[in-house]
C-alpha cells in the first residue's frame, strides 16, 4: 500500500509539473511506472496503451495496476482548454480499480479500431478522449457497457454519454433538457466539447442519482426501452433522484404516445445520418457546360440538403445531414439538383430502404443517379434506430 502511494505522490508531482505544449499530449506524464513503455509521440495515433505487466508482476517494485497512458494526438490542439479537463481526466484513472482501467483500456482501444466509423480525425480524436472522462466508459443512464456513442447535452453544463437506446429518451425531452450530438457523426462546437470534457457521466450521477432510490429504479442494460425511456424521464426531467427528488419514476406510457404540455410530441423511430460526400460524372445543366450541384436527402416528412457547390460535374460536399425517421418503413431519397436562380432542375436521383442498412454501421455506397444519362453519388449512410 505505501508503495502505491508514494507511486500516486510521484504522479501527483508529474501532473503539477506538466506543462503541455501545442502538439505534445497533456497526457504526457505516463501512469507512475518505473516501467514507462512508450516515449511520447512514439505511437502518435494509438491513443492509449495499456499492460497487465504490473499486476502480473508482485515481485517487482511496479505498482499494482496495469500502465495506462496517452500519447495520441489529443484535442487540446483543437481546443485550448481541454488540457486542464484532460488533465483531471487522466488525474482520475489513478484512482480506477484494476477492471475499471482494463476496462477503459480495451474500450479505447476498440474505438481506436472503430476510427473509419467517425465523422474526421478530429471527430475521432475527441471520440476516443471523451471515453477517458470518468464513467463515460458505460451508459450514463442503464450502464451498458457497449460504447455509448451519443452525448447528451443535460442541465445547464453538463453533458453524459448514453447507449442508443437511452438517447431516445433524451431525444423524447425535448432540446431545452437534453439535446444529443453523436460522437461519431456531429460536428461539435468548442463549447459544446469543453462541456463534455468538464463532465462526464461519473459526475453527473453524483448529482442526479444521488438519491438512495437511484439504484432500485436504474433500469439495466438489458431492460425493455421503455423503461429505460421512463427512468430517463424521471432523472433528467423531474430530477427524482437528486438529493432533493421524491425517488419516484414517472408513470410509464405508451410507447410512441407522449403529450408534454398537453401538445402531441413527436416519436421517432431513429436519426438517418447520411454523409455525401461527393458525386461524379454529373450532366452539365448550364450552357457553360458545368452545374452548380446539391443533394437533397428525404426520408418521410423529414427533409435537409447539402450547401451548392458551383461549376462542377464532380462536387465534393462532405458534409453529413440527419434526418429525424419517424418510421422504419420510410425509404431515404437522394435527389442531386442543379441550383439555379429561378429554381432548380434534376441531375438524378437514388433511393435505399432502411431495412438495407446494418443498423449504427456506415455504410459507404457509391449510387448511381437514375432518371438522367450519366452520374453517381457517393454517400456514407448510418442508421441509428432508437430501440434497438
Ligand atoms: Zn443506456
Same mark, same amino acid.
Given at each position: 500500500?505505501?508503495?502505491?502511494?508514494?507511486?500516486?505522490?510521484?504522479?501527483?508531482?508529474?501532473?503539477?509539473?506538466?506543462?503541455?505544449?501545442?502538439?505534445?499530449?497533456?497526457?504526457?506524464?505516463?501512469?507512475?511506472?518505473?516501467?514507462?513503455?512508450?516515449?511520447?509521440?512514439?505511437?502518435?495515433?494509438?491513443?492509449?496503451?495499456?499492460?497487465?505487466?504490473?499486476?502480473?508482476?508482485?515481485?517487482?517494485?511496479?505498482?499494482?495496476?496495469?500502465?495506462?497512458?496517452?500519447?495520441?494526438?489529443? &484535442?487540446?490542439?483543437?481546443?485550448? !482548454? *481541454?488540457? %486542464?479537463?484532460?488533465?483531471?481526466?487522466? @488525474? /482520475?484513472?489513478? #484512482?480506477?480499480?484494476?477492471?475499471?482501467?482494463?476496462?477503459?483500456?480495451?474500450?479505447?482501444?476498440?474505438?481506436?479500431?472503430?476510427?473509419?466509423?467517425?465523422?474526421?480525425?478530429?471527430?475521432?480524436?475527441?471520440?476516443?478522449?471523451?471515453?477517458?472522462?470518468?464513467?463515460?466508459?458505460?451508459?450514463?443512464?442503464?450502464?451498458?457497457?457497449?460504447?455509448?456513442?451519443?452525448?447528451?447535452?443535460?442541465?445547464?453544463?453538463?453533458?453524459?454519454?448514453?447507449?442508443?437506446?437511452?438517447?431516445?429518451?433524451?431525444?423524447?425531452?425535448?432540446?431545452?433538457?437534453?439535446?444529443?450530438?453523436?460522437?461519431?457523426?456531429?460536428?461539435?462546437?468548442?463549447?459544446?466539447?469543453?462541456?463534455?470534457?468538464?463532465?462526464?457521466?461519473?459526475?453527473?450521477? &453524483?448529482?442526479?442519482?444521488?438519491? !438512495? *432510490?437511484? %439504484?432500485?429504479?436504474?433500469?439495466?442494460? @438489458? /431492460?425493455?426501452? #421503455?423503461?429505460?425511456?421512463?427512468?430517463?424521464?424521471?432523472?433528467?426531467?423531474?430530477?427524482?433522484?437528486?438529493?432533493?427528488?421524491?425517488?419516484?419514476?414517472?408513470?410509464?406510457?405508451?410507447?410512441?404516445?407522449?403529450?408534454?404540455?398537453?401538445?402531441?410530441?413527436?416519436?421517432?423511430?431513429?436519426?438517418?445520418?447520411?454523409?455525401?460526400?461527393?458525386?461524379?460524372?454529373?450532366?452539365?445543366?448550364?450552357?457553360?457546360?458545368?452545374?452548380?450541384?446539391?443533394?437533397?436527402?428525404?426520408?418521410?416528412?423529414?427533409?435537409?440538403?447539402?450547401?451548392?457547390?458551383?461549376?462542377?460535374?464532380?462536387?465534393?460536399?462532405?458534409?453529413?445531414?440527419?434526418?429525424?425517421?419517424?418510421?422504419?418503413?420510410?425509404?431515404?431519397?437522394?435527389?442531386?439538383?442543379?441550383?439555379?436562380?429561378?429554381?432548380?432542375?434534376?441531375?438524378?436521383?437514388?433511393?435505399?430502404?432502411?431495412?438495407?442498412?446494418?443498423?449504427?454501421?456506415?455504410?459507404?455506397?457509391?449510387?448511381?443517379?437514375?432518371?438522367?444519362?450519366?452520374?453517381?453519388?457517393?454517400?456514407?449512410?448510418?442508421?441509428?434506430?432508437?430501440?434497438?
Amino acid at each position: 500500500m505505501r508503495r502505491i502511494n508514494e507511486a500516486a505522490g510521484r504522479a501527483g508531482a508529474a501532473i503539477r509539473d506538466l506543462q503541455p505544449r501545442r502538439g505534445d499530449s497533456p497526457f504526457a506524464a505516463s501512469r507512475p511506472s518505473p516501467t514507462r513503455r512508450h516515449s511520447v509521440g512514439s505511437q502518435r495515433h494509438s491513443g492509449y496503451s495499456a499492460s497487465k505487466e504490473g499486476k502480473e508482476s508482485p515481485a517487482s517494485s511496479r505498482p499494482s495496476k496495469p500502465t495506462l497512458s496517452y500519447h495520441g494526438p489529443f &484535442a487540446a490542439e483543437l481546443l485550448p !482548454a *481541454a488540457s %486542464a479537463a484532460a488533465r483531471a481526466a487522466y @488525474e /482520475a484513472t489513478l #484512482s480506477m480499480t484494476n477492471d475499471e482501467l482494463q476496462q477503459l483500456a480495451e474500450l479505447v482501444a476498440a474505438a481506436h479500431c472503430d476510427r473509419s466509423t467517425y465523422l474526421s480525425t478530429e471527430a475521432w480524436q475527441f471520440g476516443t478522449t471523451a471515453y477517458a472522462i470518468p464513467g463515460n466508459e458505460v451508459c450514463a443512464d442503464c450502464g451498458s457497457s457497449e460504447p455509448p456513442t451519443w452525448a447528451a447535452m443535460v442541465g445547464e453544463a453538463d453533458a453524459v454519454l448514453v447507449c442508443n437506446e437511452c438517447c431516445g429518451g433524451h431525444r423524447a425531452l425535448g432540446v431545452h433538457l437534453s439535446a444529443p450530438l453523436s460522437l461519431k457523426m456531429d460536428r461539435w462546437s468548442d463549447e459544446k466539447r469543453q462541456r463534455l470534457l468538464s463532465s462526464g457521466n461519473r459526475a453527473v450521477n &453524483a448529482t442526479l442519482e444521488a438519491h !438512495a *432510490a437511484a %439504484a432500485q429504479c436504474k433500469p439495466s442494460s @438489458e /431492460a425493455d426501452v #421503455s423503461a429505460k425511456h421512463v427512468f430517463v424521464r424521471s432523472k433528467y426531467e423531474r430530477r427524482a433522484f437528486a438529493a432533493e427528488g421524491d425517488g419516484e419514476l414517472l408513470p410509464s406510457t405508451p410507447p410512441g404516445r407522449r403529450c408534454a404540455g398537453g401538445a402531441p410530441q413527436q416519436v421517432h423511430a431513429g436519426i438517418l445520418i447520411v454523409r455525401l460526400i461527393r458525386a461524379h460524372d454529373l450532366i452539365a445543366a448550364d450552357f457553360t457546360g458545368k452545374s452548380d450541384p446539391y443533394v437533397k436527402a428525404t426520408c418521410g416528412k423529414a427533409k435537409s440538403k447539402t450547401r451548392v457547390i458551383r461549376r462542377t460535374l464532380s462536387p465534393e460536399w462532405n458534409e453529413v445531414l440527419r434526418l429525424n425517421v419517424e418510421d422504419v418503413r420510410d425509404v431515404l431519397m437522394l435527389q442531386v439538383k442543379d441550383s439555379d436562380t429561378i429554381g432548380s432542375s434534376p441531375l438524378g436521383d437514388c433511393s435505399l430502404s432502411l431495412a438495407e442498412l446494418r443498423p449504427n454501421h456506415g455504410t459507404e455506397l457509391s449510387l448511381e443517379l437514375q432518371n438522367v444519362r450519366s452520374g453517381r453519388l457517393v454517400a456514407e449512410v448510418t442508421w441509428c434506430p432508437l430501440d434497438g
